[in-house]
């Protein structure tokens, strides 16, 4: 009995160490990790939790140069750490990839001709392109750019996330266009030293409290027109820009447009693109409010009149203030009587990224420019070094962010040969024709325009 108690005890002892060796499926074997001290509760059954989905090798593309354009030069400066991590990422992504990313900076003057006849000679001069909307159009229509559908999956950062890149506004009944996310800041930017010289209301307050609109804007402006030395002459103004812009942005802020690209439809004859016509030319010739320092009221140049500092208000974006000699505000342009505020201004220069047809590989070209942005964000918003390079004050550029950016309207009545925009304003704003006839005179001129581009 004392021999088969021992040899028990030994057996007892044997299979007690082979289990706890062996211990597969034994709860001891699949003791979670200590939880990490900031609480969070650890993972359950780690051992049965399926591994990450391995990433699938990079597609070896030979040394290819990956072209992309625009009319200025797109490479990041490193001036900043923003900057300073792209370009490592670029380096990253062209050792990933084996091959070479190139910024093709072309004349704005011969970027269109250049685009045109590679496209049409089926070698595109770049891989990726940059183009405004009001070259875009006819672009698409004629078949030389391919819809993002093309060459962006389900896996896409656009398609999902959209923090590298978004899809930029729909054109030509699709969505073609692409970018990085940014900050527009286009609206009415007002010359705070004259403000403060005249004892006028800051815009910004008149915002907030709901009082800023057409009405106010004129009152305001008619305020600022001054003679400030006594020498019988006005040396301050309330307002400058150019008429044809003006038009199409109190038209945009009227919940108008001057043309209907998705419906392929003349507005001139829109009732809120006649009523902010009207409304300009009281600033112009009723009121006399506006300062045309080349004389010509029609004269693109007179979109920088601002710059002399002796105009209260002005309609600006934000890259037309660098090297300012006074101090600046911004609020959105006024909502007309049939506006709101999901709509305040005319994005006459709204561009963006397109892939040519033509361009070989194009998914492929596509995800590497994608991946150039993945990198850890330095910004707590999208711009914020630029803008806090141009704005002073955290004010003008939550006004940006909160009530600016993305309320514009795209516009794009530059893509329709012969539409008759200038035309219109100027028999309106230098001519003084009722704006009623003018709109009728030139509705079946503006309408031709819109259809002979459709086919």
């Given at each position: 009995?004392?021999?088969?108690?021992?040899?028990?005890?030994?057996?007892?002892?044997?299979?007690?160490?082979?289990?706890?060796?062996?211990?597969?499926?034994?709860?001891?074997g699949n003791t979670p990790p200590p939880a990490p001290e900031t609480g969070n509760k650890a993972p359950e059954n780690t051992a049965e939790s399926e591994p990450p989905a391995a990433e699938e090798p990079?597609?070896?593309?030979?040394?290819?140069?990956?072209?992309?354009?625009a009319w200025w030069d797109l490479k990041p400066a490193g001036a900043t750490a923003g900057e300073k991590a792209r370009l490592e990422k670029i380096a990253e992504v062209e050792k990933k990839y084996n091959c070479k990313i190139e910024f093709v900076n072309v004349p704005f003057e011969e970027y269109m001709n250049k685009f045109t006849t590679s496209v049409l000679a089926g070698e595109p001069f770049a891989d990726i392109v940059q183009l405004e909307y009001k070259s875009a159009l006819p672009a698409i229509l004629k078949g030389q750019l391919l819809p993002i559908s093309e060459f962006t999956t389900e896996k896409n950062n656009i398609n999902n996330k959209a923090d590298l890149m978004i899809k930029s506004p729909a054109l030509g009944g699709g969505e073609y266009a692409f970018d990085n996310p940014g900050t527009i800041a286009l609206g009415i930017h007002y010359n705070r030293d004259i403000f403060k010289k005249l004892g006028l209301p800051d815009l910004q307050e008149l915002y907030n409290k709901g009082e800023w609109n057409w009405d106010k804007f004129l009152e305001i402006a008619k305020q600022a027109t001054k003679d400030t030395d006594n020498d019988g002459k006005t040396d301050v103004w309330g307002f400058s820009g150019w008429a044809i812009d003006a038009v199409k942005h109190f038209t945009a802020a009227n919940g108008g447009k001057i043309v209907d690209d998705e419906n392929g439809k003349e507005m001139l004859s829109d009732p809120r693109t006649i009523e902010a016509a009207e409304f300009v030319n009281r600033l112009y010739n009723v009121d006399k409010v506006v300062r045309v320092k080349s004389g010509n009221k029609t004269n693109w140049e007179e979109t920088n009149t601002f710059l002399d500092g002796n105009v209260a208000m002005f309609v600006a974006a934000e890259w037309q203030l660098k090297d300012l000699t006074f101090e600046v505000g911004v609020v959105p342009i006024p909502n007309g009587p049939q506006g709101s505020p999901k709509q305040t201004y005319a994005f006459t220069a709204a561009a963006a990224k397109f892939i040519p047809k033509g361009v070989k590989d194009p998914a492929i070209v596509y995800q590497i420019y994608e991946e150039t942005f993945d990198i850890p964000p330095t910004e707590e918003y999208p711009g914020q070094d630029y803008m806090e390079s141009i704005y002073a004050n955290q004010e003008d550029i939550d006004m940006i962010r909160e009530h600016i950016s993305g309320t514009g309207v795209i516009t794009v009545d530059e893509a329709y040969p012969n539409y008759p925009t200038g035309a219109f304003v100027e028999d309106i704003i230098v001519k003084n024709q009722s704006v009623a006839a003018t709109a009728e005179k030139y509705k079946q001129q503006a309408q031709a325009a819109v259809d002979k581009l459709g086919k």
């Amino acid at each position: 009995m004392r021999k088969m108690k021992g040899l028990s005890l030994i057996l007892f002892c044997l299979i007690f160490l082979l289990s706890a060796c062996g211990g597969g499926n034994n709860a001891a074997g699949n003791t979670p990790p200590p939880a990490p001290e900031t609480g969070n509760k650890a993972p359950e059954n780690t051992a049965e939790s399926e591994p990450p989905a391995a990433e699938e090798p990079a597609v070896d593309l030979g040394g290819r140069v990956i072209k992309v354009a625009a009319w200025w030069d797109l490479k990041p400066a490193g001036a900043t750490a923003g900057e300073k991590a792209r370009l490592e990422k670029i380096a990253e992504v062209e050792k990933k990839y084996n091959c070479k990313i190139e910024f093709v900076n072309v004349p704005f003057e011969e970027y269109m001709n250049k685009f045109t006849t590679s496209v049409l000679a089926g070698e595109p001069f770049a891989d990726i392109v940059q183009l405004e909307y009001k070259s875009a159009l006819p672009a698409i229509l004629k078949g030389q750019l391919l819809p993002i559908s093309e060459f962006t999956t389900e896996k896409n950062n656009i398609n999902n996330k959209a923090d590298l890149m978004i899809k930029s506004p729909a054109l030509g009944g699709g969505e073609y266009a692409f970018d990085n996310p940014g900050t527009i800041a286009l609206g009415i930017h007002y010359n705070r030293d004259i403000f403060k010289k005249l004892g006028l209301p800051d815009l910004q307050e008149l915002y907030n409290k709901g009082e800023w609109n057409w009405d106010k804007f004129l009152e305001i402006a008619k305020q600022a027109t001054k003679d400030t030395d006594n020498d019988g002459k006005t040396d301050v103004w309330g307002f400058s820009g150019w008429a044809i812009d003006a038009v199409k942005h109190f038209t945009a802020a009227n919940g108008g447009k001057i043309v209907d690209d998705e419906n392929g439809k003349e507005m001139l004859s829109d009732p809120r693109t006649i009523e902010a016509a009207e409304f300009v030319n009281r600033l112009y010739n009723v009121d006399k409010v506006v300062r045309v320092k080349s004389g010509n009221k029609t004269n693109w140049e007179e979109t920088n009149t601002f710059l002399d500092g002796n105009v209260a208000m002005f309609v600006a974006a934000e890259w037309q203030l660098k090297d300012l000699t006074f101090e600046v505000g911004v609020v959105p342009i006024p909502n007309g009587p049939q506006g709101s505020p999901k709509q305040t201004y005319a994005f006459t220069a709204a561009a963006a990224k397109f892939i040519p047809k033509g361009v070989k590989d194009p998914a492929i070209v596509y995800q590497i420019y994608e991946e150039t942005f993945d990198i850890p964000p330095t910004e707590e918003y999208p711009g914020q070094d630029y803008m806090e390079s141009i704005y002073a004050n955290q004010e003008d550029i939550d006004m940006i962010r909160e009530h600016i950016s993305g309320t514009g309207v795209i516009t794009v009545d530059e893509a329709y040969p012969n539409y008759p925009t200038g035309a219109f304003v100027e028999d309106i704003i230098v001519k003084n024709q009722s704006v009623a006839a003018t709109a009728e005179k030139y509705k079946q001129q503006a309408q031709a325009a819109v259809d002979k581009l459709g086919k």
